[in-house]
Every structure is written in structure tokens, then in C-alpha cells.
């Protein structure tokens, strides 16, 4: 009882000195989870500038298994190829959701079927569902009736916003056939028209909103 006490201390006063930080995840497996560098810096400026975020302007980088996590009150994973959770970071990182923090997974291409199994090992009771577009992550600042909106074509398939649930309260967030790292990337590097990039800039936000308000 003590260790749980001091536990959620920890977690408290964490929470209260970063809550408006944000981080990267550098999981294990060989796959590229350094990929965008631009990406989530830009996402951070314009939350900063549109939602009234005050974020680091550049998100730390933690480790699945470390406490650190408990820091932030979102975690962004992407990449294109092999994820891999040991059993100790499976059990931190469903702590972590359990106990406020939310994660966005986003595929960069090619991610799908390794976090989908690694998943199983975070969440064994629970599956990937996906969101109706009624669901208020579409509409916590900018509306999106769609749902998510498509901005690579990648193999052509519509996006695909699923999430894991607990307790009514979405926890884990995989963004699929969409690509929204890449949006929001500087422009010249996918040179993606504005439209598209803003779309996918007012998606971010409507996602860090949700994480730090629920």
C-alpha cells in the first residue's frame, strides 16, 4: 500500500510539473521510431499557437520501460517497420494508460501488423476498435465529420481511426492509411499542398487536446 501510495504521488506531482510536455517513444524491434523529426515540432508550435498549449517546443524522447513516461501526458510512437514490447514494457506502459496517459500510435507505413501484435501483450483483454466519427476526438477544437482524414495514400485504403477503451475513456490512439506524421512535417519535404497539411495539423491538435483534457 505504501509503494502504491508513493506510486500515485509520483505520478501527481509528475503530471503537475510536465503535464504540458510531450514525448516520443523509443521502442525496440529494429524499427525506425525516429522517423518525422520534423513532424511533432511543428505539431507543437501550432498547438501552441491555436489551442492555447504551452509544450516544450522540441518532445523529449523515453523508453517504454522507464518511469519517465509517467511525465507526460501523451506519447507519440511512429515508424514503418518491427515493434517489439518486452514484458516489462508492456506492463509500464499499461500502467501508464491506467493511470491517465494516453498514447498516439501513427503508422508511417508498414507498422500495422507489428503494433497490432505487441498490442496483445500491452492489453490482452482488450481489442483495437474502431472510433464512429461521432467520437469527440473529431471535434474537441476543429471538425472532421469524416473521421480521419486521409493525407498519404499509402495502398490506396480509407484511414482508420481505431483505439483501445477504458472505462468509457479512450487511452490508446492508432492512426492508420493516414499518415499524419507526414503532414505534419515541414513542406518541403513531402511537399504536400497547405490544405492537406493543415488538416493534418488540426487533427494533431484535436488529439493532443483530447489526451490533456481526458
Given at each position: ?8 504521488l509520483?505520478v501527481?506531482i509528475?503530471i ?6 510531450i ?8 524499427g525506425?521510431?525516429?522517423s518525422n523529426p ?8 501550432f498547438?501552441n499557437?491555436?489551442?492555447?498549449t504551452?509544450?516544450a517546443d ?11 513516461i509517467?511525465?507526460?501526458p ?9 515493434v517489439?514490447?518486452t514484458d516489462q514494457?508492456?506492463e ?23 503494433i497490432?501484435?505487441e498490442l496483445?501483450?500491452?492489453f490482452?483483454?482488450k481489442?483495437?476498435?474502431e ?6 476526438i473529431?471535434?474537441?477544437k ?24 477504458h ?18 512535417e ?7 499542398p ?8 488540426q487533427?494533431g491538435?484535436n488529439?493532443i487536446?483530447y489526451?490533456?483534457?481526458?
Open positions: 500500500m505504501i509503494k502504491l501510495t508513493q506510486f500515485i509520483f501527481l509528475s503537475s510539473v510536465y503535464g504540458q510536455d514525448a516520443v517513444v523509443q521502442y525496440k524491434g529494429g525506425d521510431w525516429y520534423t513532424a511533432l515540432p511543428n505539431l507543437i508550435k498547438c499557437q491555436n489551442i492555447n504551452a509544450i522540441k518532445p523529449k524522447t523515453v523508453k517504454p520501460e522507464s518511469v519517465d509517467f511525465q507526460y501523451y506519447l507519440h510512437m511512429t515508424g514503418h517497420g518491427n517489439f514490447f514494457d508492456a509500464n506502459l499499461r500502467n501508464y494508460m491506467l493511470s491517465g496517459g494516453f498514447i498516439h500510435i501513427d503508422d508511417n507505413y508498414g507498422m500495422e501488423p507489428y497490432r501484435k496483445v501483450k500491452v490482452p483483454d481489442e483495437l476498435v472510433l464512429p466519427v461521432t467520437h469527440p473529431f471535434s474537441t476543429y471538425n472532421f465529420p469524416q473521421g480521419l482524414p486521409k493525407i498519404h495514400e499509402h495502398d490506396g485504403k480509407r484511414p482508420q481511426a481505431l483505439g483501445i477503451i472505462e468509457d475513456r479512450l487511452v490508446l490512439l492508432f492512426t492508420f492509411e493516414s499518415d499524419l506524421g507526414d503532414g505534419w515541414s513542406p518541403e519535404v513531402h511537399n504536400d497547405e490544405e492537406v497539411r493543415l488538416k493534418a495539423l487533427m491538435a488529439i487536446k489526451a490533456f483534457e481526458n
